[in-house]
């Protein structure tokens, strides 16, 4: 008894925990890091200089400049440069001698059509930034060996970087694509296990499949997203997950990946969790609805532990004896279908004023071992008259006993509550339970009246063969004048004198 609370109570922890743990961002952000053995550090800085930081913007004056970052290490030079276009993009860095002795770069507001990634001045950068202009396209190739740590992209309405682009950044830890107009995320190089850090916010046109490949799969391609709860990220039509076109915040995707981990599993089995749909209310979070699919692997109870937002729970061909977690388990408070068929179930008492019954919308039960339906259990109560009808069951296959009752009574009420009502069986009479007859049910009581009936149909008759008897004996005494037998042979009685007188 004691063990068993205390494992209930367990339960609920586990549920509580799981719900929390992933219910807010920073919790997520933390799991994933700790997870991991990854410092919560926050992401490394570019190099980066505001605008008022920029060379004067007069004709004929180099619109790049050379910051002396320290004196002690003059080859960590760093370069600043605006408002670059294609014409200026070259003399501009030509006139402060990059890349000579430059490690850091930002360059603002530049706008090019394309900034290619394979040139050799790029080659030893550990931190370039190309920020707040307009470029379309990232192409080309990082060299192999190049050591940036930190690329910023952010704010230029690019639209493509081709997907090996970045591919030989094998130091790369930062990379910020923030506010551009990205589809697709080019590969990341994040092999070794170290940090890395993307920033992926304000670009909500990015698919979301995409950025999922990265979240919690192998250690190898964990990344930490920075401003994690300001990033969106575009769901298609073609990601079987999500029936539309819309922008799903980051901590769902997350949450597709943490849903694997809370699908119920034991040692010999593991049900499979999916996405029902996305549930999008204006002006709301958008929300899941998780499909559990317990079927047919042997379980003798109902799972412990779902994960949150579960809507439908199938544990269809399994050996489960008894439903009190529908009713006392939280983590169950979300179903609304809850199919056991082909079970051992042989009671539904113990969902009687379960929160269950006040929320579903249909619970199959069909083909287990229910004897007795208590039918004030399933019908409606007096909370749910609209709902009422919208609810579906299924008890066909149950092989119930049937009594009088049943053909009277319960017989209507399986016709109107329930789906497959011409399916439920009597388990005492080869019988369908809409089949029966009260006429042929209800002869226990009519058995013993007739009995009464026979007694005194026989005592009538008797009376009428005793009159007729007596008369006959009378009439020939009259007109014979003898008695016949046996009144002959009687002795004489005392009262005999008050006839002969
Ligand atoms: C990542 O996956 C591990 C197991 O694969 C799991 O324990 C952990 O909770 C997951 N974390 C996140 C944030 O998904
Ligand atoms: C990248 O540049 C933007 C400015 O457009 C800035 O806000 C952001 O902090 C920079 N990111 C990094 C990682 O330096
Ligand atoms: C680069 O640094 C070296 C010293 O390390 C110095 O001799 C050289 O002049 C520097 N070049 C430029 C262009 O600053
Ligand atoms: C950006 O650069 C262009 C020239 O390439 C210039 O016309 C524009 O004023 C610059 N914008 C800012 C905000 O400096
Ligand atoms: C990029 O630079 C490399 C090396 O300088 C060159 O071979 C390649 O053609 C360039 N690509 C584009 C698209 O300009
Ligand atoms: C990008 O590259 C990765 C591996 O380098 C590959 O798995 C992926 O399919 C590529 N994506 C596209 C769109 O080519
Ligand atoms: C990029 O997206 C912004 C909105 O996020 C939009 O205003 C802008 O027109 C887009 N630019 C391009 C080139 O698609
Ligand atoms: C995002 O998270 C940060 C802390 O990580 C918090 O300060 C901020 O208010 C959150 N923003 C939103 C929009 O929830
Ligand atoms: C997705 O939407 C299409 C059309 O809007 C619909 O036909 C299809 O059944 C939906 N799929 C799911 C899984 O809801
Ligand atoms: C439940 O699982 C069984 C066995 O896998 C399957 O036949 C049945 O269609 C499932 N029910 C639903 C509603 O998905
Ligand atoms: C149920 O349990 C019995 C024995 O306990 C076993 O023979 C049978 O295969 C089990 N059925 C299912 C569907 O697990
Ligand atoms: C389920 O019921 C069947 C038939 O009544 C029985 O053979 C089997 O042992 C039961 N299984 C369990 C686990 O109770």
Known sequence: MYSATKMQWLAVMMCLYAGVASARTEEDQASATNGNGISGALPEQCFYQLSSECPPQDPGECPCKRIILSHDSPEAQAVLCCNLDSQTFESGLSCANFPANVTYVHIRNATLDTFNASEVRWRRLKSLAITDGKINHVKGQFLMMTPTLCLNLSNNALVEVENNSFTRLAHLTTLDLSYNNLTHLPALNT??????????????????????????????????????????????????????????????????????????????????????????????????????????????????????????????????????????????????????????????????????????????????????????????????????????????????????????????????????????????????????????MCVYPGDWTDYIYYIIATEVILLISLVAKVSYDYWVFKTAGYLPWPANKMPKLPCDWLCET
């Open 191 to 440: 092999m070794n296990g170290r940090e890395f850090w993307l920033d992926i916010s304000g670009t909500n046109t990015l698919w979301c499949h995409d950025i999922y490949q990265y979240i919690n799969k192998t250690g190898e391609k964990q990344i930490n997203f920075n401003r994690e709860n300001e990033t969106v990220c575009s769901a298609s039509k073609t990601w079987h997950w999500f029936n539309a076109t819309e922008q799903v915040p980051l901590k769902q995707v997350r949450y597709l990946s943490l849903l694997q981990t809370e699908c119920p599993k034991g040692e010999a089995w593991q049900c499979q969790c999916n996405f029902r749909r996305l549930d999008i209310v204006k002006g709301k979070q958008p929300t899941l609805a998780v499909n559990v699919d317990c079927s047919g692997i042997q379980l003798t109870e109902l799972p412990e532990k779902l994960p949150r937002n579960t809507i439908a729970l199938n544990v269809s061909y399994n050996n489960i004896t008894v439903l009190d977690d529908l009713s006392t388990n939280p983590c169950y408070q979300d179903i609304r279908e809850f199919y056991a068929d082909y079970n051992n179930i042989s009671s539904i008492n113990k969902l009687e004023g379960s929160k269950f019954l006040d929320n579903y919308a249909l619970l199959s039960l069909r083909y287990n071992k229910i004897k007795s339906l208590p039918t004030y259990i399933l019908s409606p109560n007096a909370r749910d008259k609209n709902f009422g009808s919208s609810r579906l069951v299924k008890l066909g296959g149950n092989q119930l006993h049937c009594d009088c009752n049943t053909a009277k009574y319960l017989k209507v009420w399986l016709q109107t509550r329930i789906l497959d009502s011409d399916e439920v069986l009597c388990e005492n009479v080869k019988e369908k339970v809409v089949d029966l007859e009260p006429s042929k």
